[in-house]
Every structure is written in C-alpha cells, then in structure tokens.
C-alpha cells in the first residue's frame, strides 16, 4: 500500500492542517510553558474541543459552525411544535 500524496507543489495539499496547527500554535502552545505533557494534552484537547469545533465552519452543516446550526435547528423545532 502506498500512502495517498499530492503533487510537489499543489498549493492545496496542506492548506487546511497548516491552517489548524497554526491556530492552535498561537492560541494553546505559546501561551504558556507547559509543566508535563498531560497538562499540554489536557489544553489541547480542550481547545479543541471548546473552540475550535465550536467556531469552525463546517462544510456537513452548510458552512454553518455548530452553534448557528443548532440555534436554526431548534428554531424550526420550536416552529414546527
């Protein structure tokens, strides 16, 4: 099995995990030194999971974050009641 590659120089190819690992460069990694290890994981898996999911755009909900789908979802909910 090969491992799927890009083009050398497709502009595209990392584009969006460039984009994540930068994000979270600045927003957890250069914040503070970190102690151990688990507290870096504690931090990561947070933010991740607190701010980056909840503010990301995503493609599944019509580019809509999270939180602007379910305020939608529930409207429609409550209309249909």
């Known amino acids: 099995m090969l491992g799927s590659m890009g083009q050398v120089g497709s502009a595209g190819d990392n584009a969006a995990m460039e984009s994540f690992f930068s994000l979270l460069q600045r927003n957890v990694l250069d914040r503070q030194k ?3 290890r688990e507290d870096l994981r504690i931090a ?3 933010w991740i999971e607190r701010t ?3 503010r990301r ?3 599944r909900l019509g580019r809509l974050t999270p939180i602007e789908y379910e305020a939608i ?3 429609l909910a409550d209309q249909a009641a």
């Open 44 to 46: 990561i898996v947070t």
């Open 52 to 54: 980056y999911h909840r």
């Open 57 to 59: 755009r995503q493609a």
């Open 34 to 36: 970190w102690t151990s």
């Open 73 to 75: 979802m529930t409207t």
